[in-house]
């Protein structure tokens, strides 16, 4: 679970189902930085790489099956399946997927075993608002939780700002219909409250939608379904907002010759809530870090997801994770270690 | 319910909690075409109105009550109460809020009844999309809910834009994590399978996200979590986005200039996604209409939310939703009635 500096990292990459190809995927692995990489995918269709760059040929792929969780267990010859193994037999440390959300999330879950102590690893995702941006989590792993689930996610999401990001004592709040402690579902309500009093955790309470980009937090955490519906509403708002911007640009003369001198500009801010500077999602609560780029993606956003997967192993997102949810008591008890906890009756 | 068009209808307004304050909303009303209007609120800084206006000197607030359910109990000379409480007695026929939306929504809930039938109202809000605006329902009004109630919503929401905005076999969407009709929490996957079997209603299935700006539905039913987080969002996702818009065209002379050419175009823009054009949100599912426009809202806002509210009279809303909820076989099922629909023993 922990590495020292010294030992190179290695992250196990599939390139199969990135929307460029495979090629591409290889470019962006042979960008990436003072790391190794192994390309699990159709080796005539990688080409050459350089020194720190392997390739296994493995043709086959899941990446598009409409049943991740079946594909995962009846083709143990898959791309996806055969990267995860090479993490589990520790000829790699981390995983990068171009393919599917599901097919990366089953063949992790199926493979790689839970930091000691969780329910259930989360998708987490930096939403890049320009000079404010936030870590999101759950974002559609767990589409039913429980308050000591959101726990978790909080501290996972907290591990990975400061390891990853640099973030000391992230501000953590709690995405909910209000500020005020009592807003919310049954479980949101009970989700603040065992927020509130877990030890170690910097939570700054509840907030509404409106806090993309009011930078008032560093790491959002939600339900699977409701983090899932507000990425998914940020990006359409997003394309609709700028897609009539672009159209308002287009409707005469003097706003054309607008639009051309404001281009530039625009351009820095297109660079900035760029999704592929962060380098996808983020498969966290397991003993191996995954990272699920967009599957639209060109090679920049492939060096940075295996970037970020490299740093989550060098900086050990997982022990510190494991490390704060045990501070916090937060760990996960089983039936087994619950009866072990009892006092001896003898 | 009903109202025949040679009868004016009356608007019920109360003055209190806008934030530009009782003249400002008097404004509102003395614009309002076609329709008579009371307004509650203090006399004294309402000042001279227009025949088709009339005052109710009521200058006791309860918009900023943190508890607004307790206030409206309490406080029977509240502005808001008394507005209610005229369109129960029949003085008028819809409501339209300057207060806060829980306040309105409490003193509705209190003083309306609900369209028979009808498990829970909903708070509805038209989405300015460019081109594409939708009905985003519920809100906020219902946190916790069960797939009878997201029936209920979708019958609701369609005879709202039937009605109210001409729209003929209103396009309804569920609003998911994914497109399948497996995906979401079990209420969400019980209400799509509701959904798609509910005579009279043209479902169209699971929509993410995204489909903000898609113009893929004229309708999105939501639970009053994930919909008040997700209209959240968007406001917060327009207003950073646009702020980074305005950023970059303050960044150099050249864009400076572009920015100026360009305002003119964008200011169209603005216009069609301006909230206050849409009036506010509709509490729909009661026997009365209550429009709650946004309190930062000027004249023209409040103009447009009595507008609203008199179409929702004339064009009867509450009936027509009646009428769709008893041909789907959607209407709630008291004990009693059950017990009678039993079959005969004798």
Known sequence: MTSTSTTPVTVAVDVNGADLGPAEVAR??????????ILFGPAAEIGPVPSHVSVVDAPVSIAKDPDPARAVRRTPDASIVRAVAAVKDGDAQALVSGGSTGAALAASLFGFKRVPGVHRPALAIIIPVPGKPFLLLDAGANVEVRPEMLVQFAHMGAAFMEAVHGVSAPRVALLANGTEPNKGTEIIVGAHSALASSAGLNFVGNVEGFAIGSGEADVIVADGFTGNVALKVMEGTSAALLGAVRSAAMSSWRSKVGGLLLKPALRGLRGEIDPEEQGGAVLLGLRHVGVVPHGSFGARGFTRAIEVAARSV??????????????????????????ASLPDES
Chains 1, 2 share one sequence.
Request: proline share 0%.
């Open 28 to 37: 962006g692995a042979a960008l990436a930085q003072g790391v190794r990489v």
């Open 314 to 339: 060098r900086e050990d997102v997982a022990g510190r994770t494991y490390a704060r949810l045990a501070e916090a008591g937060a760990l996960r008890t089983t039936a087994s270690e619950a009866v």
